[in-house]
């Protein structure tokens, strides 16, 4: 099967590239820790040819995340919401690189909460391309800032970010609640004891996750469970917001792998919603319609 295209997920910790087929099919990927915060400034360049320089330089690249932000390659402005693959596709800029690669870089999307407060998004929105088919959906994006989305025939009306796992590993390595921390062992009883705590408090967050500390030193939970205790206050205390603000009698679909999202999944069960994981690459194959849609590729 020829190659079509390269896409490229290039975000804040990791970088991903993929030779794609006919149909998003993936012929050949890898992946690497240089991440865009990690690339030294006017090196972006010499980055990519590092990882991908035996690849075709005739074949065009669709390139998404962070590397279209302010501390990326080349920032780029906005969709805001809503969003379609229409609108993202016809926002692509095309950036000629050192050896003559055609590079298309897929902008974010931003929206505005009731709040008033701007949100925004760099690579979710090429997930959710991928993975939408149609009608009223509902999309989680687990990990260091995790995203809810809703989509309206394939188009986001809206989505709110959670600092999730960037405040879970500040309070794990960085504060008094971590001292007493030991072991890397997940202790699922105690994940879900945090959890019902913050769904039924979400509001005292501040407060309850002192409990983290005391719960070890008057010896209600031993060092080694801590930590999983702390990530279910955290987890839950964003689903407890989340819920609040989104319907709960819809399927949730997840965009990330069983490995990495299994105690979200299950944090989310115990809140009472029903979950579902998209299928693997979506992604690429988000980055593949894109790129049909404006018409770099066949």
């Known amino acids: 099967m020829p190659t079509r295209f390269i896409a490229l997920d290039w975000g804040t910790t990791s970088f991903r590239a993929y030779r794609v087929g006919d149909d998003a099919t993936v012929l050949e990927s890898l992946s690497a820790p240089h991440g865009i915060l990690s690339v030294a400034v006017g090196a972006f360049d010499a980055t990519l040819e590092s990882h991908i320089g035996a690849w075709d330089v005739s074949l065009p690249i669709l390139a998404s995340g962070m590397i279209t932000s302010r501390q990326g390659w080349i920032e780029l402005p906005y969709v805001t919401t809503p969003a379609n693959l229409t609108s993202i596709a016809g926002a692509l800029h095309v ?76 309070l794990k390595n960085h504060s008094i609640l971590g001292r007493l921390m030991t072991g890397d062992t997940h202790y699922e009883a105690a994940f879900e004891k945090g959890v019902r705590a913050a769904l039924k408090d979400a509001g005292g967050f501040l407060h309850r996750i002192f409990s983290t500390r005391t719960l070890a030193l008057f010896n209600e939970l031993s060092h080694d469970e801590l930590a999983s205790y702390l990530s279910g206050q955290v987890i839950g205390t964003e ?29 989310m069960k115990l809140a009472g919603l029903q979950v579902q994981f998209s299928p693997p690459d979506v992604a690429v194959t988000g980055l593949h319609k894109i790129a049909a849609n404006a018409g770099v590729i066949p």
């Not at 055609?102 to 929206?111: A, D, L, N, R």
């Not at 993975?131 to 989305?149: D, Q």
């Not at 689903?239 to 944090?267: C, D, E, F, K, W």
């Open 95 to 170: 950036h000629t690189s050192n050896r003559g690669r055609k590079i298309h870089f897929v902008p974010g999307v931003s929206t505005r909460g009731n709040d008033g407060m701007p949100d925004v998004m760099r690579g979710e929105e090429t997930q959710v391309m991928g993975a939408s088919k149609g009608g009223a959906e509902y999309f989680v994006t687990p990990g260091t800032h995790c995203k809810w989305i809703n989509v309206d025939n394939g188009a986001i009306t809206g989505f709110s970010t959670y600092m999730t796992g960037e405040v879970f590993s500040t």
């Open 239 to 267: 689903i407890a917001h989340a819920t609040a603000n989104h319907p709960m009698g819809v399927r949730y679909n997840i965009l990330a792998s069983p490995a990495l999202a299994q105690h979200y999944v299950s944090a």
